[in-house]
């Protein structure tokens, strides 16, 4: 139970990104460079606690190990905050969520996780709460490709960092993992801004506090349990549960900005959570089965 809710904690807490993202002015590639400098700067007492307590089994080619994720996460934040503003709302909100579909591919092949029927049926069962909600919305126009081809490139590369965080599971210490990342997707990100953009200050200190809660939320308390939930979870067990993003990220718009869910919203939750439910059972059962040695 206690693994659920860290699963869960940091699907809610990814979902705040949204909101804090539609309160900034910054651009995009900035967002994401601040959002990851800060995160590091507020972990580095806790990664060099961890690597003091183990500096003897840490060793430099596990930092090489970093390079792809870090390399993954800088290119999906920038790319989804990018193909957001390039396409319709429904479209980047149905793409981003179409993780659980190239999952399955990317378990296999990189992680040999094999996805058994029922989690598949899990999957098009909370996959179809996403259909539901987008119904009527998604529009299939030639002048928004670039942004819907965008978004799912920023999909794959996401589905693709959550698959070495599964690889990766071995790390003595979770901040071993994170902090490195977040340090070496920041500098590719300023990278990124200074060839891109004019200035890389920010403007005011709300955006300063922005940028702070972007640290703290999301990227610390989000993306780390997500991570640390991939030591206990299959890569497309929490990808199905990722999916409540909108859910968590719908009630909150509700709170803050008084944007009343669809009657639509509430059927996409129950399929979701429906889905998601069948999903964590399976992968129950067969961990279960793995630990009385079944094959």
């Known amino acids: 139970m206690l693994r ?6 940091g699907v809610f807490f990814c979902s705040t990104s949204v909101i ?3 309160s900034s002015e910054l651009p995009p590639a900035l ?4 959002r990851l400098l800060f995160a590091s700067i507020l972990l580095s007492p806790v990664f060099f606690l961890a690597w003091r307590k183990h500096r003897k089994t840490f060793a430099a080619t596990q930092l090489k190990r970093c390079l792809i994720p870090a390399g993954l996460l800088a290119v999906h934040f920038i790319s989804w905050a990018w193909g957001a503003r390039l396409t319709y ?4 909100t149905l793409i981003i969520n179409l993780t659980p579909m190239v999952m399955p591919f990317l378990a296999h092949f990189l992680i040999r996780e094999q996805v058994t029927r ?3 049926l899990g999957t098009l069962i909370a996959l179809s709460g996403v259909i539901v909600l987008s119904y009527g919305a998604f529009r299939i126009d030639p002048s928004y490709l670039k942004g819907n081809i965008v978004c799912f490139a920023s999909m794959t590369t996401f589905a693709a960092y959550l698959a070495y965080g599964r690889i990766n599971k071995d790390f003595p210490s979770i901040w071993l993992y994170m902090v490195p990342i977040y340090a070496m997707a920041a500098l590719l990100c300023f990278a990124f801004s200074a ?10 200190w709300r955006e300063v506090a922005l940028m702070l809660g972007m640290a703290v939320l999301p990227t610390t308390l989000g993306h780390v349990a997500l991570n640390r939930s991939l030591r206990y979870f299959a890569a497309q067990t929490l990808a199905v549960v990722n999916l409540h993003q909108f859910v968590f990220a719908g009630i909150l718009g509700w709170i803050i900005f008084s944007d009343v869910p669809p009657g639509s919203f509430f059927l ?8 998601a439910v069948v999903v964590v059972r399976e992968a129950a059962r067969v961990a279960a089965e793995r630990r009385r040695g079944k094959p």
């Open 195 to 204: 060839a891109s953009l004019d200035s890389l200050s920010i403007v005011s």
């Open 4 to 9: 659920i809710l860290l699963l869960l904690s």
């Open 118 to 120: 029922r989690e598949i």
């Open 268 to 275: 996409a939750a129950a399929l979701c959570v429906s889905g």
């Open 89 to 92: 709302v429904a479209n980047a």
């Open 31 to 34: 967002v994401a460079a601040y």
């Open 20 to 22: 804090i993202i539609r």
